[in-house]
């Protein structure tokens, strides 16, 4: 289905869902899910309701402004200082987003579960249409609920600690679970993911997940996890089936022409419910991804508020494509920032990541999973299941190979915690300003000796918030005060530190 279709319909579930989560609670006149979903189109358009609740721009906002992805811009007004001087708390937007926003994904994708129960296909044609529609509600939900794992469970790693509540049903408004472990989410999350697998007609697809979306969700869940074994498998086949892009392809890639190398992207088009610019400098904002640092366009002139760190612009080379992606050409740059007395106005680093598309500035397809993610997953993989250090390296080099456009020299590792370090390096610039940076600081960063480490001017002329330690307890989000009001009991299980 192309985007218009999925406009259209998107208004379905939300009809749905609007007055109670429960479908067993069937008054007259009223469109609950047993009377909407009547038959297998009735729930492939339902399904496309609940992608539209699906958005990563809280995620690619959070990573950049508490890392080390930004820094303030000339222009700013003030938007994202709390979270750039890293006070994260119960009360933080960041908090309750992540949290309703991935229970509410669960919820509507459970609900389409549950009402596809009550549908019989009427011949194998259906069949397979409606074990597809399924195969993604559950991979949707998969998820949500590693979102959910990844940022509130302080150890992904370890399944005695304490995650999210596992809600796999559809619970009644006052319902106030308490917090399952960490090993009872990944329970609910790997069996999602197998009845997704088993469902899956499709092996590939941009923007629908198919069976090697799904594997993508579980590459990266296996790394969550450090199942390194698992994550190596599926992220080799992905990448031998998805080509890293040439530097052509990879420009065209960000302004939404090529998907040479997209495993799986959330589309985003002009009058759809993400065409505006949000709240500009909350992590809720929504709305088009490069209004996460702008409010007009990516341009010297277009109002940015955030701009590119500078620790991570010297990290790049002026020839290497993802330099032309990241950074605007109305940039200035000043080679001697440092000594200068107005460094803030004399060296503007313009993010471009979200350049836009269909004319529209700051809105860009969201790229979910994309094959070079596979790659740096593999290279971690390949440290840590037998500290092939050599192995590693020769995947650094075929990226950067890709990415400068010529052979780069083949790097050299002298331990493992170097090694995790490089590839620590190459995630940043590679994946930056697309939700991963904190993630893999909490993942990754003490084994490579790496945390948040922004430029010192940058840091400095804002409020000296410079460096914050992989360890710190803030990178696990805390349980928001909003369910801990509604919830009592969820209270006395609050993550450490908060």
Not at 42 to 50: M, N, P, R, T, Y
Not at 152 to 181: G, H, K
Not at 408 to 415: D, E, F, K, R
Request: with cysteine.
């Amino acid at each position: 289905m192309k985007k218009f279709s999925k406009i259209l319909f998107v208004g379905l579930l939300t009809i749905v869902m609007g007055c109670n989560d429960a479908i067993d609670i069937r008054q007259p006149g009223r469109l609950d899910a047993l009377n909407a979903f009547q038959s297998v189109g009735d729930i492939q358009q339902g399904l496309l309701s609940v992608y539209d609740d699906w958005d990563i721009t809280p995620e690619i906002a959070l990573s950049a402004n508490f890392t080390d992805e930004v820094s303030i811009s000339f222009d700013s007004g003030g938007q994202g200082f709390a979270l750039y001087d890293f006070v994260l708390n119960a009360g933080s937007t960041a908090a309750s987003d992540f949290w309703v926003r991935n229970y509410r994904l669960n919820n509507r994708a459970t609900i389409l579960i549950s009402a596809a129960a009550n549908i019989t296909p009427a011949d194998a044609t259906e069949q397979a249409l409606y074990d597809d529609t399924l195969a993604q509600a559950h991979a949707i939900r998969a998820y949500a609920n590693l979102e959910l794992l990844t940022y509130f469970s302080p150890d992904p790693t370890d399944d005695a600690t304490l995650a999210a509540p596992v809600v796999d049903f559809i619970a009644p408004l006052d319902y106030q679970p308490l917090r399952n472990t960490t090993g009872e989410l990944w329970d609910y999350i790997n069996s999602d993911l197998t009845m997704a697998s088993s469902l899956s007609q499709v092996q590939s697809d941009a923007t629908f997940l198919s069976k090697d979306g799904i594997n993508a969700i579980k590459a990266r869940a296996a790394l969550t996890r450090k199942d390194y074994g698992t994550a190596a498998s599926l992220s080799s086949q992905l990448l031998s089936a998805y080509p890293l892009a040439n530097q052509a392809q990879y420009q065209l890639m960000f302004l939404d022409a090529d998907n040479t190398e997209v495993i799986f992207k959330l589309e985003r088009t002009i009058t759809d419910n993400y065409d505006g610019q949000g709240a500009t400098g909350s992590v809720a904002a929504g709305g088009w991804a490069g209004a996460n640092f702008a409010f007009v366009n990516a341009t010297l002139t277009g109002g940015s508020y955030f701009e590119m760190d500078r620790g991570l612009f010297n990290l790049m080379s002026p020839s290497d494509i993802r330099y032309t992606v990241s950074v605007a050409p109305t940039s200035v740059i000043n080679p001697n920032y440092a000594t200068d007395p107005d460094p803030v106005n004399s060296d503007i680093l313009i993010i471009q990541k979200y350049p836009g598309s269909e004319g529209k500035p700051l809105m860009n397809d969201l790229k979910v999973f994309r094959s070079s993610e596979m790659l740096l997953i593999l290279a971690e993989s390949r440290v840590a299941t037998n500290n092939d250090l050599a192995g590693a390296a020769t995947l650094i080099k075929q990226i950067r190979d890709a990415r400068l456009g010529t052979a780069q020299g083949l790097p050299s590792y002298s331990s493992a915690q170097e090694a995790y370090a490089a590839i620590l390096d190459e995630r940043r610039i590679e994946l930056c300003y697309e939700g991963h940076r904190y993630k893999d600081l909490k993942r990754l960063g003490a084994a490579a000796n790496r945390g948040v480490n922004r430029d010192v001017t940058d840091c400095t002329t804002q409020s000296g918030a410079c460096t914050l330690a992989a360890t710190d307890f803030r990178f696990t989000l805390a349980i928001p005060i909003i369910e801990i009001n509604a919830n009592n009991g969820i209270g006395g299980q609050q993550n450490p530190g908060y």
